[in-house]
Nanobody
Framework: VQLQACGGGLVQAGGSLRLSCAASGRTFSRYAMGWFRQAPGKEREFVAGINWSGHITYYTDSVKGRFTISRDNAKNTVYLQMNNLKPEDTAVYFC???????????????????WGQGTQVTVSS
């Protein structure tokens, strides 16, 4: 499957952005999906995950209450709504797909099989 992320940009602190990740292929609805981010000089980190149905989600502590992950399987798209953005949210954001069918959400990079190209999010103070 191929993933295409978009929606990044420059926003002031306190602002909002919605990232989208469109997937090719007919198997999108079977995959759990995740969003990761990588800031300059830092390792790529998990941000949010969602299971195949959209009924189970998980967030890293730093974005809880501010970010919302969702998906539309009819459109082969996963979203990341980001509200109350902070300068420390500045990073390249990547979407990823986990095809394993595991019962719990994958939190580690190595557990994801397919990756999008990334979209830059810059939050100014």
């Amino acid at each position: 499957v191929q993933l295409q992320a978009c929606g990044g940009g420059l926003v002031q602190a306190g602002g909002s952005l919605r990232l989208s990740c469109a997937a090719s292929g007919r198997t999108f609805s079977r995959y759990a999906m995740g969003w990761f981010r990588q800031a300059p000089g830092k390792e790529r980190e998990f941000v949010a995950g969602i299971n195949w149905s959209g009924h189970i989600t998980y967030y890293t502590d730093s974005v809880k209450g501010r970010f919302t992950i969702s998906r539309d399987n009819a459109k082969n798209t996963v979203y990341l709504q980001m509200n109350n953005l902070k300068p420390e949210d500045t990073a390249v954001y990547f979407c990823a797909a986990d095809r394993s069918g595991r019962s719990s959400l994958a939190l580690l990079l190595v557990e994801y099989d397919f990756w999008g190209q990334g979209t830059q999010v810059t939050v100014s103070s």
